[in-house]
């Protein structure tokens, strides 16, 4: 089966820089993405990783490492309304065979 | 465009009851799919669809059927409704090729079986 760990909960300063993690363990591997939700809200897609290394979009990056099964999400000067659940979610068996984690709730304060 | 629509937004049942959730698509999508989502456990697939006429299992299938007779519409059908099924309920579509895993998801509906 699949699994993914990623942290609960993580607060971060308006401005400033914060890294969401994933591992994941998986009987298949095609890609990691990462889904973006506000509260009430729908996901969103923000990015994908299929190949390892760097991805950037804007002020959102995202990392994946296939030989370590790691990726994180990176946020760059973080604005109030980046407060957010974040999903990391593993494509595994062909483009609908998705596994999503728990979710990342960001805070951001001022 | 509209995107991705589901109907209706929010739902109450009785054990028991049957309902379809409505789930349409107006961006020629190939793929489609059905999630709940619960608290602390993120979102969870039930079934979805690579094609009209074409569907598959997810990771919790059981107490819900699918069908896809148009590449637009892809409804989910709850048989006879659980109150371990209230939960909210994301359609999502995506297209064929490169941006395959760019899903596009609903507004959602908000289930509860009294």
């Known amino acids: 089966g699949q699994s993914l760990e990623q942290p609960s909960e993580v607060t971060a300063v308006e401005g400033a820089i914060v890294q969401i993690n994933c591992t994941y363990q998986?009987?298949?591997?095609?890609?990691l993405s990462w889904y973006q939700q506000h509260d009430g809200g729908a996901p969103t897609f923000l990015s994908y990783?299929?190949?390892?290394g760097l991805e950037e979009t804007g002020r959102f990056s995202s990392f994946l490492s296939r030989s370590d099964s790691y990726g994180y999400l990176l946020l760059q000067e973080l604005q109030m309304k980046d407060s957010a659940s974040y999903f990391c979610?593993?494509?595994?068996?062909?483009?609908?065979?998705?596994?999503f984690g728990i979710g990342t709730k960001l805070q951001v304060i001022p | 465009n509209a995107g991705v629509t589901q109907t209706p937004k929010f739902q109450v049942l009785k054990t028991g009851q049957s309902m379809t959730l409505q789930c349409a698509q107006d961006?020629?999508?190939?793929?489609m799919s059905w999630y709940r989502q619960d608290p602390g456990m993120g979102l969870r697939l039930i079934h979805y669809?690579?094609?009209?006429?074409?569907?598959d299992q997810g990771e919790v299938p059981n107490g819900y059927n699918v069908s896809r007779s148009t590449t637009e519409d892809f409804p989910l059908r709850l048989l006879s409704a659980a109150p371990s099924q209230t939960s909210v309920y994301f359609c999502?579509?995506?297209?064929?090729?490169?941006?395959?895993?760019?899903?596009?998801f609903g507004p959602g509906t908000r289930l509860t079986v009294l």
């Open positions: 990783n299929a190949l390892d």
């Open positions: 979610a593993v494509n595994s068996g062909g483009y609908q065979k998705v596994t």
């Open positions: 998986t009987s298949g591997f095609y890609g």
């Open positions: 961006m020629n999508h190939e793929y």
């Open positions: 999502a579509s995506s297209s064929k090729g490169l941006s395959a895993n760019e899903q596009f």
């Open positions: 669809s690579v094609g009209a006429g074409i569907t």
